[in-house]
């Protein structure tokens, strides 16, 4: 029986490749446990946010507990973190950057071309919503992060969705 959800290979594929590039920078092993069409709603305290401009308009948001976070910058300037700071907000930025690039590059011949990435914004704080506008088409793709440290599963959840303007776009097959 075949999927009642239509999916596009091409760019639920490029979001899995590059959110692992993206862990891998701050020496994160992550495995992709879900892929959705909808936007996630129980959204961690922290988040890096990138624009997409051009052919293709929209954002990419990646979402993460702060102990993902500090671990993530830890990782990549290779020294431990324990509280939020400058270094800490500035890895989850790039975090958001390197993912946004990647797409950028993998989705250059695809049907979702990404002229341009904005550059990134970082949310911290608890009990916030981020809205976006109809009509969008929305990937999510779900990652676990592998740290025997992180002992609660939300703790683990790290989230890498995109939506974009979906009138112009002519998906891969």
């Avoid at 590039?21 to 446990?33: Q, S, T, Y």
């Avoid at 959705?36 to 988040?47: G, K």
């Avoid at 946004?100 to 993998?106: A, D, E, H, P, V």
């Amino acid at each position: 029986m075949a999927l009642k959800l239509q999916l596009d290979e091409t760019l639920v594929n490029a979001m899995i490749d590059a959110g692992a590039a993206g862990f891998d920078l701050g020496n994160l092993k992550a495995r992709c446990v879900g892929v959705s069409r909808s936007f996630p709603t129980a959204l961690a305290d922290v988040s890096g946010i990138v624009g997409l401009a051009g052919r293709t308009n929209g954002s990419i948001l990646v979402n993460m507990c702060q102990k993902v976070a500090l671990k993530l910058a830890s990782g990549m300037l290779m020294e431990d973190f324990t509280t939020f700071n400058e270094d800490v907000l500035d890895s989850i930025g790039e975090l958001a950057n390197v993912i946004g690039g990647r797409l950028k590059s993998q989705l250059a011949n695809s049907g979702y071309p990404i002229d341009n990435i904005t550059l990134p914004s970082v949310i911290v704080g608890q009990d916030y919503f981020v809205s976006h506008s109809k009509g969008l088409l929305v990937y999510h793709v779900t990652f676990q992060v592998d740290d025997p440290e992180l002992l609660v599963l939300a703790d683990r959840t790290v989230h890498v969705a995109m939506s974009v303007m979906a009138k112009d776009l002519k998906p891969s097959r």
